[in-house]
């Protein structure tokens, strides 16, 4: 039997994420509970971090295709 979970979305790992801070700001997580909080939340953290760089990629991909040369960040294009 094989395990056909796939990772949860975006907004699922934000989530839980957000929940896991939560819990540990409360301070009332035994040491070894915070810990695996801890590694739980860096594992959502990477994988949002991975997600963003792959919507960022299509977002490239599509601008190409479209005959923009880059992404230009919002700061660059808001007058002072």
């Known amino acids: 039997m094989t395990d056909t979970k796939s990772a949860p979305s ?9 929940a896991i801070v939560t819990q ?3 301070g009332d997580l035994p040491l070894a509970d915070a810990l695996q909080k801890f590694e739980r939340g860096i594992a959502l953290s990477r994988q949002s971090q991975q997600a963003l760089e792959q919507a960022e990629q299509k977002v490239k ?9 880059k992404l230009v960040d919002l700061d660059d294009t808001q007058t002072s």
Do not use: A, I, P
């Open 10 to 18: 975006f907004e699922e790992s934000l989530s839980e994420l957000e």
């Open 24 to 26: 540990m700001e409360s």
């Open 61 to 69: 991909v599509l601008l190409t295709e479209q005959g923009e040369d």
